[in-house]
């Protein structure tokens, strides 16, 4: 919970307990990501609750737990990965070490899983060396995941078998 705090205190750069789309744009900014305005709306449309253009903190702690308690796929992930990110970048950098991202996935997918993506993206000897992640490379590896770990949506739909009704039979 101490880093979820410390990363919506780094967004909340006016303090006053809501994060708006300038403030997580300068965030953006900072970690030289490229969005657009409709992707910025989008990540405050996707947890705003009660449609105030802004995230309290309640939102978006209960966004950060549902989005990562969620196996479905469906739970918005923007500003979840957002703050991923900047839990691990606790010297506010702008970048994660191998280290960090090693955390990061371990806590998401377990250690075997975590380290057969690691290997995937980073080679046999992923924790050698000096690699350093950029909040956009982060973003790309997350899509490149999202994209072949994604069930198809009829996977996901209950599987009903027509009924059969008795002849005759009131209905």
Do not use: C, H
Request: net charge negative; no cysteine; hydrophobic share 30%.
């Amino acid at each position: 919970l101490e880093g979820l705090k410390r990363a919506f205190k780094r967004l909340d750069k006016n303090g006053d307990g809501k994060l708006t789309q300038d403030e997580i744009s300068a965030e953006l900014n900072f970690l030289e990501y490229r969005y657009d305005k409709d992707e910025l709306e989008e990540i405050i449309w996707e947890i705003d609750d009660d449609d105030d253009k802004a995230v309290t903190w309640e939102e978006f702690k209960s966004s950060f737990y549902r989005s990562r308690d969620d196996k479905t796929g469906y739970e918005p992930r923007k500003l979840y990965y957002l703050t991923e990110f900047m839990m691990a970048d606790k010297d506010q950098s702008g970048s994660i070490d191998v280290e960090e991202f090693i955390n990061i996935w371990y806590t998401r997918y377990g250690k075997e899983e975590a380290d057969a993506k690691m290997t995937e993206y980073f080679g046999e000897d992923f924790t050698g060396g000096n690699i350093e992640i950029t909040f956009t490379q982060f973003m790309d590896i997350q899509k490149q995941t999202t994209r072949k770990g994604k069930r198809s949506a009829n996977a996901m739909l209950p599987q009903v078998k027509p009924v059969q009704f008795l002849e005759g039979a009131i209905i």
